[in-house]
């Protein structure tokens, strides 16, 4: 099989030249900005050790860094082509087409797990019922979890396990039908066994979605990404299809991060 090329697969976002300041303190952009394609319908990881910028790379995706008043962004980040900190761009709808879930699972635990999913489409002025219920199923069944709720829809969250929840919380953001997931290691708290469920989701996923993770875990990423990115000390210091990365990088600080010798 001929490799992968942007030609191939399409590139669905692409950083260029971000640099992620906090105060005059650079938290990702570290020698001359990070340059990332994401390929569309592929799951992208990034590693690198804790403090290395992999969150503060994940979160200027979305815009989030705007709600964080001491972080600047530089450079730019097309999405479609387009860059989404232009001008005149809104930042909620590039949230709506580039959603997010946590590390911990922020299912709200008193309210119901039907309310839950459909949290986020009220939210985006969805009020009609039997949509909301269309939407709620399809969003549970994506998340691969309305076989297990299906008869509790109306009981709350706080009845579901860890791992239950965290899925509960990707079928809040699946509700509004992202073009791109990002994911802040979704799978931290989470037991091995709920850890797995997770994965074997991110798999289906990509079907539907472009998936970015964050990652502490190298078989993980080794396990579930189709390309990976290395970080270290604010610069992005390797990307490349994630069997390369693993098997051959190309940088010695790469290859000493995957062997273990750090982080
Ligand atoms: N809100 C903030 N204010 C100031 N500095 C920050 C802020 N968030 C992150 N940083 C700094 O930016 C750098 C990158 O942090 P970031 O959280 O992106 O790393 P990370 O690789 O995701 O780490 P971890 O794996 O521990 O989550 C670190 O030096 C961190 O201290």
């Not at 098997?247 to 790469?254: E, G, L």
Request: charged share 25%; with cysteine; aromatic share 6%.
């Amino acid at each position: 099989m001929l490799p992968e090329t942007k030609e191939t697969v399409g590139t669905h976002m692409e950083s260029k030249g971000l640099v992620v300041r906090y105060g005059n303190r650079v938290g990702v952009g570290v020698g001359g900005g990070v340059n990332l394609p994401i390929y569309r319908h592929r799951i992208t990881a990034l590693i690198g050790p804790s403090g290395c910028g992999k969150t503060t790379f994940l979160r200027a995706l979305n815009r989030m860094h705007d709600l964080t008043p001491i972080a600047r962004v530089e450079g730019e980040v097309l999405l479609d082509g387009e860059n989404i900190y232009a001008p005149g761009v809104d930042p909620v709808l590039v949230r709506r087409r580039v959603g997010m879930v946590f590390q911990k699972p922020t299912a709200f635990p008193t309210m119901s797990i039907y309310d839950n999913v459909a949290a986020g489409l009220k939210l985006v002025g969805i009020r009609d019922k039997r949509r909301l219920d269309e939407a709620v199923e399809r969003a549970l069944r994506g998340a691969a979890l309305w076989d297990e709720v299906k008869d509790r829809l109306r009981t709350p969250a706080s009845g579901l396990s860890g791992g239950q929840q965290q899925r509960l919380t990707i079928a809040r953001a699946l509700a509004v039908e992202p073009e791109v997931l990002l994911m802040d290691e979704p799978t931290a708290s989470l037991d091995p066994i709920s850890t797995q469920a997770i994965e074997d989701l991110l798999l289906s996923l990509k079907e539907q979605v472009t998936i970015v993770i964050v990652t502490h875990n190298m078989q993980q990423a080794a396990r579930v990404s189709d390309y990976t990115a290395f970080f270290l000390n604010g610069e992005m210091v390797e990307f490349g299809p994630t069997e390369s990365i693993f098997t051959k990088p190309k940088d010695p600080r790469t290859e000493a991060y995957i062997t273990g010798r750090f982080g």
